[in-house]
């Protein structure tokens, strides 16, 4: 079994061929259980360490929206800053979990799409296509999300 694959394995016919790493976030606790607070009375929360998994692929929000790509042949290096990634199972990603895509940090926005659940139509099932989708945005040097 490869690194990152869902524990009831993935059966869907595109191959596995991207490298992430995940970053699940949970809120912390204080040793009697109740919930951590910052002086603000906020719950604060922390990231785990990096999960390797493999995703289908990735790609910008531009493409799934048709907008016109704005690159220019004389650009050398870009990045996006919003993508969806099309994941063996999105049901272990949560909002604010982040990943690492080509090196750069994203997180997670919203709720993943899974397409096994057959949407928008609950007589076909897209479960032997694709396992689902995953929304990200880039996050900044600074934690503020937002384009580069």
């Given amino acids: 079994m490869q ?6 394995g ?8 991207t490298p992430i790493q995940h970053m699940i976030y949970t809120l912390n ?18 990231y785990g360490a ?9 790609w910008p929000l531009e493409r799934r929206t048709w907008e ?11 990045y996006e800053s919003d993508i969806h990634l099309l994941v063996p199972d999105p049901t ?23 397409w096994k659940s057959a949407l928008p139509f609950k007589t076909a099932s897209y479960g032997m296509l694709i396992g689902g989708e ?3 945005r880039r996050v900044s040097s600074t934690g503020v999300i937002g384009g580069m």
């Fill in 50 to 58: 990096p999960i390797p998994r493999m995703i289908v692929c990735w």
């Fill in 29 to 46: 606790t204080n040793p009697d259980g109740t919930p951590a607070l910052d002086a603000h009375g906020i719950q604060q929360g922390s």
């Fill in 92 to 114: 272990v990603y949560n909002k604010p979990d982040r990943v690492i895509v080509n090196n750069l940090l994203y997180q997670v926005e919203g709720l993943a799409t899974d």
């Fill in 134 to 136: 995953v929304h990200v």
């Fill in 3 to 8: 690194p990152g694959l869902p524990a009831f």
């Fill in 10 to 17: 993935y059966t869907a016919f595109l191959p596995l061929q």
């Fill in 68 to 78: 016109v790509d704005p690159i220019d042949p004389d650009v050398v290096a870009r």
